[in-house]
């Protein structure tokens, strides 16, 4: 063989070589996202499932006691909620990033020190933030909301915020090996099942706030316990390891900071509207606000698997893979969240009414606001994890800063003169800015956006076609609940069918959809049990 030629064949071999290792093929893209669907499919039920049990834990509350001892209950678990992320030390998501990034270059003994070395930050940091909560409670209720009935709620919140902590660590721990079922178990469903049970119960006998208040706390400690037996039963701590503790913190910090600032766009303005108005107005505040939250509720379950997909695509430094599962995934996302916004916009009172009663009736423009406020990020596509992939988590911090900033003016500019309606004010545009300022990030550095023809159709002609519908139905029905119930479905279908009809939704997506559907019914096809796994070299 000539040597030029001998060369030749070596250098193609090689470069065949490096093309498999640094960037994946088409085929593994699409393994991917069906790994995000897979897992983000689990993970969003689950997300529905505690939405459903949160709403109800908060509806049983909401009408067992008076809507003054809602409102303290709202404000202390909001406080708390804000503390959760400033216990874990930012250790929740950088042990996702980089057990996935370890996990993609094959490094065991690395994957191992950011488990060991996580768990070493987040046991102390979440006890420090706890006995810090609880000294700080009684000078926080008598001298900042001037309420002392707030003081023992707030204190058995202290040890809340500890349980809360462990449950979502070892949650994000299995989630950098994409096992979603921690999470779904500890954090999610086991803790509210058992609140709703110890609440019915409570409500049976006509129970003090403060009871409530116990039996919620014990809740989640005990499910906290639970997930700490988990992890110690199916993770080995006998394998060699190197300490990550300085590389953990590097970029745990910077998330945490960016965390806690992320949900002061929305909590912030609870905390500076119960320094000037009652605790009737925070209840009215807190109900529309709590229902609002979940409207992203599908973009935050498929974010479970995205963030370590992305992340092992910056491993490989495949930037064309991460450019094409980003706008699929907000392409998607934007689908399933699209029908829960446009009745959240169009049928505020209806849901106000039916979720928590006449009382919150007169909360429905709070929602409409909020619902706004909460659809930008799903609506924008996923820039913030993206940025943690890319390992950009001082600069997301930035961001974080800069949007807590805006909350905190806007809220004290606004809330004096138009009372809770500024709050909702505030978090809308806080959560704007975040959103818009993240991805012109993202794009200027990487070229990632989700902005194309299919995008532009998805959010002009579903939108409009529903509310031609919603002008039809309330014609012949007016504002009630039978008109609410009835376009649930009409809505839902809409923008299903207007997806399929445009082709928004691809044909390989409607077979994989089809494919799952099939093989979930026990169908064959062509004389292959569906159920059972298809070999690698048959094409789907």
């Not at 498999?20 to 897979?38: L, T």
């Not at 689990?42 to 499932?49: F, L, P």
């Not at 462990?166 to 058992?194: L, Q, W």
């Not at 706030?209 to 639970?226: E, R």
Request: proline fraction near 4%; aromatic fraction near 10%.
């Amino acid at each position: 063989m000539r040597p030029r030629l001998r060369d030749a064949i070596a250098l193609a071999r090689q470069r065949e070589i490096n093309s498999c290792h640094n960037r994946p093929r088409m085929g593994a893209r699409r393994s991917d996202m069906r790994a995000i669907a897979k897992h983000g499919a689990v993970n969003a039920t689950s997300e529905v499932t505690k939405a459903v049990l949160m709403a109800l834990t908060l509806l049983i509350l909401a009408r067992s006691v008076s809507k003054d001892d809602f409102g303290v209950f709202a404000l202390a678990q909001t406080l708390a909620l804000f503390l959760v992320p400033v216990g874990s030390f930012g250790m929740n998501r950088a042990a996702v990033r980089q057990i996935a990034y370890y996990k993609a270059l094959g490094d065991r003994e690395r994957i191992n020190g950011v488990v060991r070395s996580a768990i070493h930050i987040w046991v102390f940091s979440s006890m420090a933030i706890s006995i810090v909560f609880f000294l700080i409670a009684a000078p926080l209720a008598t001298r900042f909301f001037s309420d002392s009935d707030l003081v023992p709620t707030l204190q058995l919140f202290s040890v809340y915020i500890a349980a809360s902590v462990v449950s979502r660590e070892v949650g994000a721990t299995f989630r950098g090996f994409r096992n979603v079922r921690p999470k779904v178990y500890f954090e999610d469903i086991v803790p509210r099942v058992m609140v709703i049970g110890g609440f019915l119960y409570l409500s049976s006998i006509g129970a003090p706030l403060l009871t409530y208040t116990v039996v919620y706390v014990s809740c989640f400690v005990t499910a906290a316990v639970l997930s700490m037996i988990y992890l110690f039963m199916n993770h080995s701590f006998y394998e060699p390891w190197v300490p990550l503790h300085y590389t953990m913190l590097a970029i745990g910090l910077p998330l945490m900071v960016q965390e806690v600032l992320f949900l002061s766009n929305s909590m912030l303005s609870v905390i500076i509207l119960a320094g000037y108005s009652d605790s009737a107005t925070v209840g009215s505040y807190a109900a529309a606000q709590k229902l609002a939250v979940k409207i992203p509720f599908i973009f935050t379950g498929m974010l479970f698997t995205f963030l370590p997909v992305l992340s092992a695509y910056k491993a490989r430094e495949n930037v064309k893979g991460m450019k094409t599962v980003y706008a699929r995934f907000t392409r998607w996302v934007i689908i399933i969240t699209m029908p829960a916004v446009l009745l959240g916009l169009l049928f505020p009172v209806e849901l106000m009414d039916l979720l928590y009663g006449p009382d919150y009736r007169s909360s429905w423009a709070l929602l409409m606001m909020l619902v706004i406020a909460h659809a930008w990020q799903p609506f924008l596509g996923p820039a913030g994890p993206t940025m943690i992939a890319l390992g950009q988590v001082r600069m997301l911090m930035a961001f974080a800063i800069t949007t807590a900033l805006i909350t905190v003016v806007v809220s004290v500019t606004l809330i004096p003169v138009y009372g809770a309606m500024g709050a909702a004010i505030a978090t809308n545009t806080a959560q704007c800015g975040y959103g818009l300022i993240s991805l012109a990030y993202v794009y200027h550095t990487t070229g990632i956006h989700p902005f194309n023809r299919d995008y532009v159709r998805l959010i002009v002609y579903p939108p409009a076609i529903c509310l031609l519908e919603y002008l039809a139905i309330t014609s012949l029905l007016g504002r009630t609940m039978l008109a609410l119930l009835v376009a649930i479905p009409v809505v839902i279908g809409t923008v299903l069918s207007l997806c399929l009809a445009l082709g928004i939704i691809t044909r390989s997506e409607r077979e994989i959809v089809f494919a799952k559907l099939k093989r979930m019914m026990g169908r064959t096809t062509g004389g292959v049990e569906t159920g059972t796994r298809v070999g690698r070299g048959r094409k789907r």
